[in-house]
């Protein structure tokens, strides 16, 4: 009997002082899982530099606990790898937040993880409105196509044109955006003319231009993915003769930072609908672009960049509320509101995603002679459009 | 003279032996892995999948001599079959399995009876042709297979009724160690038959092997056939461990990838492609670790260096230190 007492009371201590330590200094690991290496490398070196500014901005420390960053190369799109690396990351380093995701695919294989775990998953970049509803422990501090398009039909609609032909990359994201653009610009009172879905392996477009020119649009909604594609669907744009016909362009991220000094004068003009362009006017941003160009001379502040500065933002606030205590974290990030980068935003209680100004952009030339977005209107709290619970 | 006949016994006692002994080898490396790494099995799990697609990529090159970059297609078929079966039909996984080694056989079937016609470069073009084909077909295939987002929400039930797939990952790394033993014993068996022998006839000179009797064309759709079914039971293995399949399991990468761990551990020895998977998939691990964003180095090196001083692979290095200690005295 004695004895027993004896090893209650000093499980009790132990367990005491443990608990005490650890509220005193313990290192709570976050785990990045990212494409770091390959084609798609962009996202990863975005997100870590990102990470990187946040980080030396606010410092490692969150209410006395040490925060670690661990990161994981999965190389592209590749399922196997994200849940493979995420597993290893929760039973060997032991991380309580998950973090990064640049692929649907690689978000979603984590989903069951994340519920066995109840580790919240924060993801910086993948945009299907899906993938929310594949687990509770999913945030989301990027955007979403539907969020996107719809305000680029309205504005489009606004802005005096009637018939739209739309020309999206024959992928689940392209098919998203000409869902939501088409429904979303015939409620609005236009009318689609056609509706072309181009290969995603195309660098060719000048067939297309001829069939956005022979359907009597007067404008094209596009969406192509970031990078050679995109590249070529502009110039294309340009050289048949498009935009001196008044054809005009509406985008979403065709004129991403990264890229759009390659489009060069040819980008002039282009109108998009983004949640976030590197030249928004507010204190924050300017410092945030800044100090990451202090860190990584040469680097270009965008969508990914932004995505993951406010998922390690959102990070910290949990951690301050919630500690290692994945439920109660979650719990915490649904309503938050605070001001980031891009402007004012709001986690959605319902969908877990970020509610968020999209701003209307004219590609200019700056003053100092680089290519910008510019933004020329507000569409105020736009949530996710496109979840369905 | 009487030392002869004992060598011989011995040989003979290996002979009857020798199914049994990569078994054995194999269970008792996972066994070790198992004791060593009890974090790690997600990742010793995917590098035992890939021995098992790498095995059946074996099969083909490195016995019957036939170079593909295709080798994706049926480890992506059996996926998408193993994946589709558990949503709507079973969830049992040894089902799944089935399902993932009919898809690949028959895609292996139908695309072989015209690849296999072809030959060199022609024959390379048209099976990264066929993997393209079928990597377009999943995107557009939306309603089947949930396109760029992937096939997802898949779930096994326990195996055999009785062990759940759990957290860490255990049940899973042993049974995917099962199935590998059981393929591997399956290659061991097939390497010495008469029709082993009749591949390796191939590999050397195909037209006297035509000359001799042998229907070289129906030998070689067999063995496609028979290595389209193992790859897709690697992919089945790969989507239940996941429970998400996506169209990259068609990507180019993959089938480069199956060739290099190949020629790394030596093609035309089983034991040659375990090893080239475990020392390719080791070193890219902890070279992605220690740094996340170089690592593409250290892999370009090892590859060189392995292809210049032992062309034959790393199984032929112990061969190698013995011919160079014979030669030195």
């Known amino acids: ?6 090893a209650l009371c000093a499980v009790v201590t132990a367990a005491f002082s443990t608990a005490s330590t650890m509220a005193l200094a313990e290192t709570i690991k976050v ?50 790898a994200s849940k493979a690396a995420a597993q290893e990351l929760l039973v060997r380093e032991g991380v309580k937040y998950l973090a990064g995701f640049d692929f649907t695919p690689n978000a979603i294989a984590v989903a069951p993880l994340t519920k066995q775990a109840k580790v919240p998953a924060v993801i910086f970049n993948a945009g299907t409105s899906a993938i929310n509803k594949q687990s509770e422990f999913f945030l989301r501090t990027s955007f979403t196509l539907s969020q996107l398009a719809q305000p680029a039909a309205q504005w489009a609609a606004k802005s005096g044109a009637k018939k739209v032909v739309t020309a999206v990359s024959d992928y689940n994201p392209g098919i998203d955006a000409e869902a939501a653009f088409s429904s979303s610009f015939e409620k609005n009172g236009g009318a689609i003319v056609e509706k072309i879905r181009m290969p995603l392996q195309t660098t060719d477009f000048a067939p297309f231009m001829q069939r956005i ?40 991220g065709e004129t991403d930072e990264t890229t759009l000094d390659a489009l060069g004068d040819q980008a002039i003009g282009l109108v998009t609908a983004y949640h976030y362009s590197a030249a928004h006017d507010s204190e924050l941003n300017r410092s945030f672009v800044a100090k990451l160009k202090e860190l990584h001379p040469g680097s270009h502040a965008n969508m990914a960049s932004v995505g993951a500065y406010d998922g390690v ?59 910008i977005n510019k933004e020329i209107a507000t569409i105020p709290n736009v949530p996710d459009l496109g979840f369905n619970p | 003279m009487t030392n002869a006949t004992d060598q011989v016994s011995i040989r003979r006692k290996m002979g009857r032996l020798a199914p049994v002994l990569p078994a054995l080898i194999v269970s008792v490396a996972a066994a070790i892995a198992f004791i060593l790494f009890p974090y ?11 021995m098992i697609f790498v095995l059946s990529f074996d099969l083909i090159l490195g016995y019957a001599g036939i170079a593909t970059l295709g080798h994706a297609a049926m480890y992506g078929c059996g996926a998408y079959a193993a994946g589709l079966v558990s949503l ?58 949930g396109g760029a987002d992937g096939l997802a929400g898949i779930t096994v039930s326990p195996l055999l009724g009785m062990f759940e797939f759990d957290f860490v990952g255990q049940v899973a790394f042993v049974y995917s160690v099962c199935i590998l033993i059981a393929v591997l014993i399956f290659c061991c068996i097939l390497a010495s038959s008469p029709f082993g022998l009749a591949l390796r006839g191939i590999e050397g000179s195909a037209s006297r092997m035509r000359a001799i009797g042998t229907p070289v064309y129906r030998r070689k759709v067999t063995v496609y056939v028979i290595a389209g079914a193992i790859a897709g039971i690697a992919g089945a293995l790969a989507a239940q461990v996941t429970g ?6 068609f990507n180019f990468s993959l089938s480069a990838d199956v060739m290099v761990m190949l020629i790394v551990g030596g093609a035309g020895r089983l034991y040659g492609a375990l090893v080239g998977t475990l020392v390719f998939m080791v070193v890219h691990h902890i070279a992605a670790g220690i740094d996340p964003f170089n690592w593409l180095f250290v892999i ?8 210049f001083a032992l062309p034959k692979g790393l199984i032929s290095l112990p061969d190698r230190l013995v011919a160079l200690l014979r030669r030195k005295p």
């Not at chain 1, 979650?330 to 509610?355: F, M, N, Q, T």
């Not at chain 2, 079973?90 to 030959?119: E, F, K, N, T």
């Not at chain 2, 066929?130 to 295939?141: D, H, W």
């Not at chain 2, 998400?244 to 399991?249: D, K, S, Y």
């Open chain 1, 1 to 6: 009997m004695k004895f027993k007492k004896f």
């Open chain 1, 31 to 80: 785990g990045v899982i990212a494409t770091f290496s390959g084609p798609n490398a962009i996202w990863g070196k975005q997100f870590r530099e990102a990470i990187d500014v946040y980080v030396a901005q606010h410092g490692d420390e969150v209410a006395g606990n040490k925060v670690e960053f661990i990161y994981k190369d999965v190389g592209g799109p590749n399922a196997d």
């Open chain 1, 213 to 252: 020119k022979a359907s009597g649009a007067d404008a094209v909604f596009a969406f192509l993915p970031v990078g050679p594609a995109t590249f070529a669907f502009t110039k294309a744009y340009n050289e048949n003769g498009l935009k001196a016909a008044g054809i005009s362009f509406y985008g979403t």
């Open chain 1, 313 to 371: 933002d959102l990070i910290y606030k949990m951690i301050k509320v919630a500690g290692t205590d994945g439920q109660k974290a979650v719990e915490a990030a649904k309503g938050l509101e605070w001001e980031s980068p891009r402007g004012p935003v709001k986690i959605d209680p319902v969908s877990r995603h970020v509610i968020q100004n999209v701003y209307i952009r004219q590609v200019e030339r700056a003053a100092d002679g680089t290519l």
């Open chain 2, 40 to 50: 790690d099995l997600a990742f010793l799990t995917r590098i035992v999948i890939m």
């Open chain 2, 88 to 145: 709507h039909l079973a969830s049992d996984p040894l089902i799944g399995l089935l399902a993932g080694a009919v898809a690949g056989a028959l895609i292996a079937w139908i695309s072989g009876c015209v690849l296999l016609r072809a030959q060199g470069v022609a024959l390379l073009m048209i099976s990264i042709a066929v993997t393209m084909v079928l990597q377009e077909t999943a995107s557009q295939a939306r309603w089947l297979t």
């Open chain 2, 244 to 249: 998400l399949v996506g169209i990259e399991v």
């Open chain 2, 300 to 307: 370009g090196f090892m590859l060189l260096i392995i292809v």
